[in-house]
Nanobody
């Protein structure tokens, strides 16, 4: 069993930055890919960024490339999402999720464990 606890969301002006953190319990963290998803009202949940178990490979949604950075510290069982140059369209509830395997997948169905979500609000 893995428990995920996110933090770092909040209200930020357009162009600003936020850093989301997600701390995982358990001893399987480094063997699992991690993903950050987001869901805005009326929209489907989408994968924003993902990282392999070792951190050697990452994925980004096209609309966040160059602005967001995913990273992980396996010694601290923590995954981060640094979000810069935030736009109004980035506003959503952000969820971290633990994948079933070392390699990340894009489908939410490939992630076994989810955090409670943290709200990101961007004011223009």
């Amino acid at each position: 069993q893995v428990q995920l606890v996110e933090s770092g969301g909040g209200l930020v002006q357009a162009g600003g930055s936020l850093r989301l953190s997600c701390v995982a319990s358990g001893r399987t963290f480094s063997s699992r890919a991690m993903g950050w998803f987001r869901q805005a009202p009326g929209k489907e949940r989408e994968l924003v960024a993902a990282i392999t178990g070792s951190g050697s490979s990452t994925y980004y949604l096209d609309s966040v490339k160059g602005r967001f950075t995913i990273s992980r510290d396996n010694g601290k069982n923590t995954v981060y999402l640094q979000m810069n140059s935030l736009k109004s369209e980035d506003a959503a509830v952000y969820y971290c999720a633990a994948g079933r395997s070392y390699i990340y997948k894009r489908s939410p169905n490939e992630y076994d464990y989810w955090g409670q979500g943290t709200q990101v609000t961007v004011s223009s």
